[in-house]
């Protein structure tokens, strides 16, 4: 809803405001300066973050969460941490209240990010930096990864970096987030996304949100929604992302 207010014969401030489906509320000033001849025009996108996420959709995506310098800072402190192994047996750099000094530099840098788009009740279990070889197959994550039987499992957020280590590969893999229901689309969606997957686990699944990569969005979903990983194909060695889990 745009409204303008003339200050002066010369000046004119236009302000509006503009609802991300994800996010929220932002405000939108565009500042417009007339002279005889010309004019100069600048705005400034300041998000307010009423609505937070919108947890009733089940999932959702925010793009350009992370920049490419931001990325790059943060995967190099990862890196500095003790890898694990996956049930895959991939590496997987991971950071909990457990390692206090990566536990207060998360704190105080990526999360954040995350401060802005969430109740103030929501916190940290795990964020992990992950070198896939391998995907998943569908399950979700609905009570890992908690210290104390008093918490519940709130969100899972996935960050892509690269895909063959390029980030311009990204497009090539997905995350997909289903309803546990018949799907009709079963044959398709085991040849497109999740052939690692029996045909008969698939059927019982039918795919809500197909996120396609990209470097530095933000992909999101309940920790009680069932996902996967989009299968390896023979172009695709290895998938960097981070995996962040949180509890209320």
């Not at 690269?162 to 497009?171: A, G, P, R, T, W």
Request: glycine fraction near 2%.
């Amino acid at each position: 809803m745009p409204s303008a207010a003339r200050t002066s014969s010369n000046l004119k401030v236009v302000l509006l405001l503009c609802c991300n489906n994800t996010v929220g509320l932002g405000l939108l000033i565009s500042i417009v300066v007339f002279t005889k001849n010309q004019y100069l025009k600048f705005s400034i996108l300041s998000p307010v973050n009423i609505c937070m996420l919108d947890i009733n959709a089940k999932t959702g995506s925010i793009d350009n969460f992370l920049t490419h310098d931001e990325m790059i800072e943060y995967r190099q402190h990862f890196l500095s941490t003790n890898p694990a192994k996956s049930n895959l047996m991939d590496n997987i750099y991971g950071i909990d209240s457990k390692n206090i000094s990566h536990y207060l530099w998360f704190k105080k840098t990526m999360w954040q990010k995350f401060a802005k788009i969430l109740d103030t009740k929501v916190n940290l279990a795990v964020a992990m930096f992950c070198q896939f070889t391998d995907s998943f197959k569908i399950h979700n994550d609905n009570g890992k990864y908690l210290a104390d039987k008093k918490h519940k499992s709130h969100l899972v957020f996935l960050i892509p970096f690269s895909v063959n280590k390029d980030i311009e590969q990204c497009y090539k893999s997905h995350t997909l987030v289903f309803t546990k229901e018949p799907n009709p689309n079963a044959l398709q969606d085991h040849e497109k996304y999740l052939s690692n997957n029996p045909i008969s686990r698939v059927e019982k699944y039918k795919i809500l949100k197909a996120h396609q990569w990209q470097s530095g969005n933000l992909i999101w979903w309940r920790s009680e929604m069932d996902h996967a990983g989009s299968h390896f194909t023979k172009d695709i060695k290895i998938k960097e992302c981070w995996s962040i889990h949180t509890y209320v």
